[in-house]
């Protein structure tokens, strides 16, 4: 992986970035990390590139060897009443005020930045495309982010075991609407969202 030497920024810097931001049900969860540089995490990559065993690997030794990390979430009916863009850079946010060590600056996955005022203090911030697979702390904060994400897809499916949440953790599927036509939307269900008013 490209190391962070070609974003120059001085300080105390946490990657973030986001999971669950295309399904039709459930949170979307944002992570932060700022990473240790005397404890090195080898295999971080963007989360969506390693096998499920290796993102449950990886997220126990990025908790324990990270200076500070947070995992925040915005839920369904705040991407409804906001719209996902907006959720999910309320969602980054929290995810930045949860760290027990506030930093200097921040670098996201992508090409947008969540507001990076906290009270008088203004924290610096670039937003990276691709990020996720160029800065290793937003990698960790992707890996953070997508096994918690999917930790509380399954939780939701105990509560709601005729969806499959389990399986698809609320993306779309061709199993995901079969049930949702099957059974209407449950209160996760983004109403907000093309396929969920369709069946509501």
């Given amino acids: 992986m490209q190391?962070?030497?070609?974003?120059?920024?001085?300080?105390?810097?946490?990657?973030?970035?986001?999971?669950?931001?295309?399904?039709?049900?459930?949170?979307?969860?944002?992570?932060?990390?700022?990473?240790?540089?005397?404890?090195?995490?080898?295999?971080?990559?963007?989360?969506?590139?390693?096998?499920?065993?290796s993102r449950e690997e990886l997220a126990v030794e990025i908790r324990v060897r990270s200076l500070a990390w947070s995992v925040a979430w915005s839920d369904r009916a705040e991407i409804d009443s906001l719209n996902i863009l907006h959720a999910t850079m309320l969602a980054m946010r929290r995810a930045i005020l949860g760290l027990r060590i506030q930093p200097d600056a921040v670098r996201v996955d992508g090409n947008r930045l969540p507001n990076l005022r906290f009270g008088s203090?203004?924290?610096?911030?670039?937003?990276?495309?691709?990020?996720?697979?160029?800065?290793?702390?937003?990698?960790?904060?992707?890996?953070?982010?997508?096994?918690?994400?999917?930790?509380?897809?399954r939780d939701m499916d105990v509560l709601y075991p005729?969806?499959?949440?389990?399986?698809?953790?609320?993306?779309?599927?061709?199993?995901?609407?079969?049930?949702?036509?099957?059974?209407g939307p449950c209160s996760e269900h983004r109403r907000s969202f093309a396929p969920v008013r369709a069946a509501s």
């Fill in 3 to 53: 190391q962070e030497n070609l974003f120059q920024l001085d300080g105390i810097v946490a990657g973030v970035d986001e999971a669950g931001r295309g399904p039709i049900a459930g949170p979307v969860v944002a992570a932060a990390v700022i990473l240790d540089p005397d404890q090195h995490v080898a295999g971080l990559d963007d989360s969506k590139k390693l096998t499920a065993a």
């Fill in 121 to 153: 203090r203004l924290i610096s911030g670039d937003a990276v495309v691709g990020g996720d697979a160029l800065v290793p702390a937003i990698s960790a904060a992707s890996i953070l982010a997508k096994t918690a994400r999917d930790d509380i897809m």
């Fill in 162 to 183: 005729n969806y499959g949440f389990a399986r698809h953790k609320g993306y779309g599927t061709e199993l995901h609407n079969e049930r949702l036509k099957a059974h």
